[in-house]
């Protein structure tokens, strides 16, 4: 894991992650997470690394995965990961199921967060998609996914205009990105195999199969914008 000063107690850390100190502890048991660090008179302490690698196992939880699917999962990633990659790893997860908002009030939106939020705060997580207002204006509903990477950008000085522009720019490309891509898997993969006359079981069979191609896709566009960000980045400092 990447060299982080551990600073949460496992009471800070299950409230950070939305778990019960009793899950914490399990996973821990299980070896999907690693133990605390100790400080002082023995009291365990958590990172970042650590509450990235929670939330991702719960995510991945949410998905379906057992835990010996959850193993083989983490076991993939690298031993240095550090906690923004595991919350890009999340945010990926949780794409592979659009409707997983939760619902939280601000006091437990401020827990989830780890810090308190300030009005501007929320505006910004809402411009990056991170929050949705409800018809309570103390109530949002939480994309779980993108929350831990939205408040990390909370730090960074850009304008709500900017955030708002960005977001709009991603959007375009990815619904743009969606469409082409819909068509080509329809009129080269759905529409010859349709004519072929499949029997009802071959058929089924083929759907399922279509629906575990989405995780690739989506891995496989976020992999390709980063490194099409990398080399802007890298050609705009020449």
């Known amino acids: 894991m990447a060299a982080s000063t551990p600073q949460l107690t496992v009471d800070e850390l299950a409230a950070r992650a939305g778990v019960t100190v009793r899950t914490l502890r399990f996973y821990t048991a299980k070896g999907l997470l690693p133990p605390p660090e100790l400080g002082p008179r023995r009291v365990g302490r958590y990172g970042p690394e650590h509450l990235g690698r929670l939330e991702l196992i719960e995510e ?12 083989r999962y983490l076991a ?4 240095d990961i550090g906690s923004l990659d595991l919350a890009i790893h999340r945010a990926l997860v949780a794409s592979w199921t659009p409707e997983a908002a ?19 705060d929320v505006d910004n997580l809402v411009a990056m998609g991170a929050l949705h207002r ?5 109530t949002f509903k939480i994309d ?26 991603v959007r375009l490309h990815s619904r743009s990105a969606a469409h082409d891509l819909h068509r080509l898997f329809r009129d080269t993969v759905w529409r010859p195999y349709r004519e072929s006359d499949p029997d009802p079981a071959e058929l089924e069979r ?14 496989a566009i976020v992999t390709a914008f980063q490194r099409s960000l990398a080399e802007e980045l890298t050609g705009s400092t020449e």
Do not use: C, N, W, Y
Not at 76 to 79: K, T
Not at 134 to 138: R, V, Y
Not at 149 to 169: Q, S, W
């Open 102 to 120: 939760e619902e939280a009030d601000r006091a437990q939106l401020s827990r989830r967060a780890g810090r308190e939020l300030s009005d501007t």
């Open 60 to 71: 991945l939880q949410r998905q379906g995965l057992t835990l010996a699917a959850i193993e």
């Open 76 to 79: 993939q990633l690298p031993e």
């Open 144 to 169: 779980p996914g993108l929350l831990p990477l939205g408040v990390r950008v909370l730090d960074v000085p850009i304008p709500l205009e900017t955030m708002l522009a960005a977001r709009a720019v």
């Open 134 to 138: 409800t018809g309570d204006p103390d």
């Open 206 to 219: 083929m759907k399922e199969l279509s629906g575990q191609i989405q995780p690739l896709l989506v891995q």
